[in-house]
C-alpha cells in the first residue's frame, strides 16, 4: 500500500511538474513574442517599471500616452480575459469598448496566430510584475479625442484576418512573412499613408515619413539591400552598404532584433529580400557613388568654403573628416545611404537629435548649438558633397523637423471642418434670433 501511494505521488508530481514547464515554456515564449513585438520601446519609460505606460509617443495628430499593460487590476490590464486581450492586441480595442489609436500598430498585430496571441497574455499576466502605476491620459484635439471614430477607421483599413501562410513558399519564408507583417510591424514606418493616415498598400515597404524621421524603403535593390545586408543591418544596425542605425530604427534594433533568434532574422531577410524590386528612379539614384576627395581639393577650396562646408569643418570633421570617410571606427558619410533617400530630413534630425545606441560610440545632437538656417546649411552640404544628392532642405523644414513635423492634412481637414461646424451653428443662432426679434 505504501509502494502505491508513493507511486501514485510520483504520478502527481511529474502531471504537476509537466503541467508547470508547459506554463514556463508558454511565459518564455510569450517574453520572446513581446521582444520580437518591440512592446518595451513604447510602454517602458526609463527608470520606471517596465510595461508601467506613461511613454509620450509623438504623433502627427499630438501625443499619445502609452497604456499600462501590468497585470495590475487597477491601473493595467490585471482584469483582461484572454479574449479582451487578444480584441486589444489585434483589434485595437480595450476591455472597457473604447478604442486605441493605430500608434499601437494592432493594424500589424492583426496577423498574429491564436497560439502567439495566447502565449503574450501568459506573459503579461504570470511574467511580468504588476505595477500600479497611472499613465496620463491622451489628449488629443477634437475630433480626434473621439475614439469612437476609430471604429469607421478599422472598418475601412484594418484587415482583421491573421496570417496565412503562402503554401508556395518554404516555412523560412513564410515565417519571414508572419514576424515582418505581425510583430515587427515593419509596414508601420517603412509603408507611406494617405491623407487619412492609413497605409497604401500598393507601396508596402517602399518608405513612408514618420513626421520627422524618414523611413527608407527596405525593398530588394534598394540601396544595396540585399539578404545578407539586412541581416546584418537588424542584428547590429550596421551593413556592408554603410547603412548606420539611427532614430527609432536604432532603438528597434537595440531592444528588439537584437535580441531576437538569428533564424528568425534570417527568416526575415529571406522574405524582404524576396519582394519585388525597388523603383527605377530609386534605383539608379542608389547607383550614384562619390569619388573620395583628396587633399589637394581639400586645400583648393579652404579658401573658399561655402557656410555649409565651414559648419561641417568646425562641427563633424573631426569624427567623419573633410573627406567624410569616417575616423577611428566612426561611419563614413560619403556614399552613406542616408544620403539617397528622396529627402534630407534624416540627415537633418540626426544633427538635431544625434545618434545614441545603447552600446558603442553616439553621436552628440546640435539642436541647441546650431540654428535652422546652420543646420540647413550643413544638411544640404553633406548631402550634396557626400552623396550627390539633388535632395536638400531649407530652414524652415528644419524647423518643422525641430517641432515634431508638420501637421498632416487630415488635421487641418478637421479643424476646417470644425471651423464651418462652428459658422454654421452660429448663423443658425443669428437667424433663430431674428426671427424671435420679428415676433
Not at 208 to 231: C, E, F, K, R, V
Not at 264 to 270: E, G, L, P, S
Not at 296 to 316: M, P
Not at 397 to 416: D, F, I, K, Y
Request: hydrophobic content about 45%; glycine content about 10%.
Amino acid at each position: 500500500m505504501a509502494k502505491l501511494m508513493q507511486s501514485l505521488l510520483a504520478c502527481g508530481l511529474l502531471i504537476a511538474s509537466t503541467a508547470f514547464a508547459a506554463d514556463s515554456a508558454q511565459i518564455e515564449r510569450g517574453k520572446y513574442l513581446a521582444t520580437a513585438g518591440d512592446c518595451v520601446a513604447c510602454h517602458t519609460q526609463a527608470g520606471k517599471a517596465p510595461f508601467s505606460g506613461g511613454v509620450a509617443i509623438s504623433s502627427p495628430l499630438g501625443t499619445i500616452y502609452s497604456t499600462n499593460i501590468t497585470p495590475s487590476a487597477n491601473a493595467g490590464i490585471g482584469g483582461y480575459t484572454l479574449e479582451q486581450f487578444s480584441r486589444a492586441v489585434r483589434g485595437g480595442v480595450r476591455a472597457d469598448g473604447s478604442h486605441l489609436y493605430p500608434a499601437m500598430p494592432y493594424t500589424a498585430y492583426a496577423k498574429l496566430s491564436d497560439e502567439d496571441t495566447a502565449a503574450l497574455y501568459a506573459y503579461f499576466m504570470q511574467g511580468v510584475a504588476a505595477s500600479d502605476t497611472q499613465a496620463p491620459p491622451t489628449r488629443l484635439p477634437f475630433p480626434f479625442n473621439i475614439r469612437a471614430s476609430m471604429a469607421v477607421w478599422n472598418a475601412l483599413f484594418v484587415e482583421t484576418q491573421p496570417y496565412v501562410a503562402d503554401q508556395r513558399r518554404s516555412v523560412e519564408w513564410n515565417r519571414g512573412a508572419y514576424l515582418a507583417q505581425g510583430l515587427a510591424h515593419c509596414s508601420t514606418c517603412h509603408t507611406p499613408r494617405n491623407f487619412l493616415m492609413a497605409e497604401k498598400h500598393e507601396l508596402y515597404l517602399q518608405g513612408g515619413s514618420l513626421g520627422t524621421w524618414y523611413a527608407p524603403a527596405i525593398t530588394p535593390g534598394t540601396n544595396g539591400w540585399d539578404q545578407q545586408a539586412l541581416m546584418d543591418y537588424l542584428r547590429t544596425g550596421h551593413a556592408k552598404n554603410g547603412a548606420t542605425a539611427a532614430g527609432p530604427m536604432l532603438e528597434a534594433i537595440d531592444k528588439s532584433f537584437a535580441k531576437m533568434d538569428p533564424a528568425d532574422i534570417k527568416a526575415m531577410a529571406v522574405y524582404l529580400s524576396d519582394l519585388p524590386g525597388a523603383k527605377p528612379a530609386t534605383a539608379a539614384a542608389a547607383a550614384a557613388v562619390v569619388p573620395p576627395v583628396s587633399g589637394s581639393d581639400i586645400v583648393e577650396l579652404a579658401g573658399k568654403a561655402s557656410a555649409g562646408e565651414q559648419l561641417y569643418r568646425n562641427n563633424c570633421a573631426s569624427c567623419h573628416q573633410n573627406n567624410g570617410d569616417g575616423v577611428r571606427g566612426l561611419p563614413a558619410l560619403r556614399n552613406h545611404t542616408v544620403l539617397r533617400q528622396p529627402n534630407a530630413d534624416n540627415v537633418s534630425m540626426a544633427i538635431l537629435a544625434g545618434v545614441w545606441p545603447e552600446a558603442g560610440q553616439g553621436m552628440p545632437g546640435f539642436a541647441h548649438e546650431l540654428s535652422d538656417k546652420q543646420i540647413a546649411d550643413v544638411t544640404n552640404y553633406v548631402m550634396t558633397t557626400f552623396g550627390a544628392s539633388k535632395a536638400g532642405t531649407d530652414e524652415h523644414r528644419v524647423a518643422a523637423l525641430r517641432q515634431g513635423g508638420e501637421a498632416p492634412l487630415l488635421l487641418w481637414l478637421a479643424r476646417a471642418g470644425m471651423l464651418m461646424l462652428v459658422m454654421l451653428a452660429l448663423g443658425l443662432l443669428l437667424l433663430w434670433r431674428r426671427r424671435n426679434s420679428k415676433a
